[in-house]
């Protein structure tokens, strides 16, 4: 029988090897760490490649005497030299969006607004997993929404206003839990609100103005708790406003105008949003009373009840000091007794018949 055989490390063997398997992992660290400069080093390259005009001669700085981590608009990592930070903004850029920006792996914020970018978001945005805010506003861009980003799950600001998108809002939106500010103003959206929209539970903001959205705000919408301003300002959307939405304590902003909502405001509206200041609802089909809980609403700032079905008596609006601007459609004799704050009344599109009353001559600053 041949006795066993052993591997035997004496003490010098074994240092030796560790010291090679130290070598190899730091090698091949930085190795890796190297082949991933040099992606976001080409991929910086290609973005100023598509970028046709740069009046201000910003990207000027981007070239081969300085390492790329001090380019304009780009920040990195100090641990890895990665590019996290990408902003161009208001530099009156020309071109488009690289495809090449998917590569910027370690890419955190990508901000490009205010420029003249045009066509479609490249649909590699959706490999940028790391990806915290996207700011895209005020460029010329095109396409249906771009539905690379629902990929990006740790997303939390959204900003595309003031573009040329269209098509519907995709279900897949519901992915992005993290998100926190979701701004599609000014586009040409249309069709309805995915019910998907009730699962970012951390949505803070909700701004979808100035669109062609159509159908019913979902039930669900009212389900996100940490929701503080919703606009759905200038859509075609229509039906009652959902209960669930009337009792979100945390909203401070409110503007539904210029839509085809309907329906009756319930009576302890203004008791169930104690945060609100902003109320817009002008350009409605509302009907039925003003609700007297307006009465307690103290910290309202903004009230535009005008253009609706409204009937019945306007509640004493006298003990609201904080208001800045009111539209109710006519001229109710408690005026006079609101705050010298007020510096602006509006009453156009209704028909004023009553006479102006005396008290309005207490408002100083009107």
Excluded at 196 to 214: I, K, P
Aim: net charge neutral; charged share 10%.
């Amino acid at each position: 029988m041949q006795p066993s055989s052993y591997l035997v490390f004496s003490p010098s063997n074994m240092s030796s090897h560790l010291l090679c398997l130290f070598f190899f992992l730091f090698t091949s660290n930085t190795v890796a760490s190297a082949l991933g400069n040099e992606s976001d080093h080409l991929a910086l390259i290609k973005f100023k490649e598509s970028i046709s005009s740069d009046p201000f001669g910003v990207l000027s700085t981007w070239n081969s005497s300085t390492h790329f981590c001090n380019w304009h608009g780009v920040k990195c990592g100090s641990k890895h030299q990665r590019v996290r930070e990408l902003t161009l903004d208001s530099y009156n850029l020309q071109g488009s969006i690289s495809p090449y920006v998917g590569n910027l792996s370690f890419l955190r914020v990508l901000s490009l607004q205010r420029n003249n970018l045009h066509g479609h978001v490249p649909q590699t945005i959706s490999r940028l997993f790391r990806l915290r805010a996207l700011a895209l506003a005020i460029n010329n861009l095109v396409g249906e929404f771009p539905i690379g980003v629902t990929n990006c799950s740790k997303l939390q600001r959204l900003k595309l206003t003031s573009n040329h998108f269209g098509g519907k809002i995709p279900m897949e939106i519901g992915s992005l839990r993290n998100l926190e500010r979701f701004d599609l103003v000014s586009n040409n959206f249309l069709g309805p609100i995915p019910l998907s929209m009730g699962n970012l539970s951390s949505l803070v903001l909700l701004t979808v103005a100035d669109n062609n959205l159509e159908g019913h705000i979902p039930d669900e919408i009212g389900h996100l708790k940490n929701l503080v301003n919703i606009s759905l300002v200038s859509n075609k959307m229509s039906g009652k406003i959902p209960h669930s939405l009337w009792n979100l304590s945390s909203l401070s902003g409110l503007s539904f105008a210029m839509n085809q909502f309907e329906g009756s405001l319930p009576s302890n509206l203004f008791s169930n949003l104690p945060n609100l200041k902003i109320i817009e609802l002008d350009g409605n089909q509302f009907s039925g009373p003003i609700p007297t809980s307006i009465t307690t609403a103290f910290g309202l700032q903004e009230v535009d009840f005008s253009i609706n079905n409204f009937v019945g008596q306007v509640p004493n609006l006298g003990s609201l000091q904080n208001l800045l601007v009111i539209e109710l459609g006519h001229l109710p004799n408690f005026m006079g007794n609101l705050s010298t704050q007020l510096t602006m009344l509006l009453f156009g599109g209704n028909q004023i018949s009553r006479k102006v009353p005396a008290e309005l001559g207490n408002l100083v600053n009107k």
